[in-house]
């Protein structure tokens, strides 16, 4: 639907950049089958590194990787991804969401290829982080490009919901379908099965996506670049690669080692120094303006997105652990059992009637979500042995996957659709940057997450006799659960609903025609 100003550009100007904003509407066929490859992006990327569990063992024998040494086949593309996402989602605001998404998505092919090929140990880790860097160009884009494929703010949250659940299905399904390539195929189809999909639907893209006119630009390169901010995002990415080091490290050695301390000190220097840094750019060059913050309830949305994936994450490295290593399951039979979390994650993001979020309401189903999640850990807590997994695992994953769905679905929801409204009445362009903090913030509770936890079930183990013995399980899941209790106190204290309707209240849409 075409808005009131449809016949009027939006022109914007500042840091010596002029943009006349118009973007086309696609026909409805156009607009759902991009749909379509967005969720088939973002599930491919779930279901391989999900299928990598279940590669592991092969890898490691592979290359001959020590037990610390694995950790790294997961998180070497996850250190990456998460730390360049805020680039990524600067690249494109300034430049076009269009290239910049299947750009990343190509890489992404052709680098999963030689994946597939190498024999090296080293060679392979670093394919993986530069994967992560590739992979981290496409989500931001992504949700760019669904805010100006979807303007009306009920499609708007339907899409982003479906962008998100696709995601959460793959996840579990990526144990399956590792599970039958390393037991049928062999480990490098858990990569090679990649570039048989992502290419040809990159192709796709590339002639569906509408060729935007939105930088319209009478700006010369230089100030492109300098709308970039590279020096606040160097600080903040290499502040975000030491943390995300420094944490899993720790979770993997000691947390009172030099290897972990200092990259944790010098990441929280950083982190500092970069705040300090964007207070004194002026709006529209810094990489997080300082209005990102003011936009309605942004900073608890923020926090809130750390709560998804350290959820989902924690649950599906725990269970799989147990399973596999203590009750001696086999690969295929764990991957079955996890099924509930990514068929309940997939249904419940379109059962959650996403009608409330488009009206700045979010506060409850947030708030429910976390009550959700904290139920279901309440359950795991007392599942300490294998014939407890009906009557306590199986509700608790299907309690506690609809509740990350619905916290995560709305925090998304609420903040991609506030900050492509608020970013209208005070330009530049801001849905690809809020996309990109908020993906941030996901993998940021996964990383940190996994590492407290894993710290945690580790001490209370050796105390306890061992992995055997379910206290460390248990010990994880009951401070999860009062992380999660936090969190929820913060959304029920700082989260304004009046606010945020009446701050977005009056805005108009840029030019929809």
């Known amino acids: 639907m075409n808005s ?87 690249i494109s605001d300034i430049y076009n969401p269009k290239y910049t998404f299947i750009t ?80 049928h195929a062999g480990w490098s189809w858990v990569f090679w099965f990649v570039p048989m999909v992502i290419i040809p639907t990159t192709f796709i893209s590339a002639v569906l996506i509408p060729t935007p006119t939105k930088n319209v630009v009478r700006e010369s390169g230089f100030t492109k670049f300098r709308s970039l901010d590279v020096t606040g995002i160097s600080i903040l990415t290499v502040a975000v690669i030491l943390f995300i080091f420094s944490v899993t490290t720790g979770s993997t050695t000691s947390w009172g080692s030099a290897i972990t301390l ?38 608890v ?17 725990t269970y799989v652990s147990l399973w596999q290593d203590i009750y001696k399951w086999s690969p295929m039979s764990s991957a079955v059992h996890m099924l509930p979390i990514g068929i309940t994650a997939f249904v419940f993001s379109f059962a959650s009637r996403v009608k409330g979020l488009s009206s700045m309401s979010a506060k409850w189903p947030i708030l429910c979500g976390a009550l959700m999640m904290m139920l279901s850990l309440v359950l795991f807590a007392f599942a ?35 900050a492509s409204r608020y970013s209208e009445l005070r330009p530049p362009p801001m849905a690809g940057t809020v996309g990109a903090i908020f993906n941030c913030g996901l993998q940021l509770g996964s990383a940190v997450g996994l590492a407290a936890v894993g710290s945690i079930q580790a001490s209370v183990q050796v105390r306890n006799g061992g992995p055997s013995n379910y206290q460390g399980q248990s010990a994880g899941f009951w401070f999860m659960l009062s992380c999660i209790s936090v969190a929820a106190m913060a959304v029920i204290v700082f989260y304004r609903t009046d606010t945020a309707r009446n701050r977005v209240k009056g805005t108009v849409v840029c030019d929809e025609k």
């Open 4 to 90: 009131p100003l449809a016949s009027k550009p939006s022109i914007t100007s500042g840091c010596d950049v002029e943009v006349v904003v118009r973007r086309p509407t696609p026909s409805n066929v156009r607009r759902y089958t991009l749909l379509l490859i967005f969720c088939i992006t973002q599930f491919i990327y779930a279901l391989t590194n999900s299928a990598l569990f279940s590669a592991i063992p092969s890898l490691v024998r592979k290359f001959g990787f020590t037990q610390s040494q694995s950790v790294w086949i997961i998180s070497a593309y996850q250190l990456t991804f998460a730390s360049f996402l805020l680039m990524s989602g600067k």
């Open 104 to 183: 990343g998505k190509f890489i992404v092919g052709v680098i999963s290829i030689g994946l597939g090929f190498v024999s090296d140990g080293i060679l392979f880790l670093a394919l993986r982080a530069l994967s992560g860097i590739a992979a981290s160009l496409t989500v931001p884009s992504a949700l760019a490009l669904l805010v100006g494929l979807f303007p009306e703010p009920r499609h708007q949250a339907v899409a982003i919901a479906s962008f998100g659940a696709w995601g959460s299905i793959g996840i579990v399904l990526g144990l399956i379908t590792g599970a039958l390539f390393v037991e």
């Open 262 to 299: 200092a990259p944790l000190v010098i990441a929280i220097a950083m982190i500092t120094a970069f705040f300090f840094w964007e207070a004194f750019q002026p709006i529209e060059c810094a990489a997080v303006p300082s209005s990102t913050w003011f936009i309605p309830n942004f900073s």
């Open 301 to 317: 949305l923020f926090g809130t997105a750390l709560l998804p994936y350290f959820w989902w994450a924690n649950i599906f490295t």
């Open 384 to 418: 300490d042995t294998p014939d407890k997994y009906w009557p306590l695992v199986f509700p608790g994953f299907i309690l506690g996957s609809a509740g990350a769905m619905l916290a995560n679905i709305s925090a998304n929801v609420i903040s991609t659709h506030t």
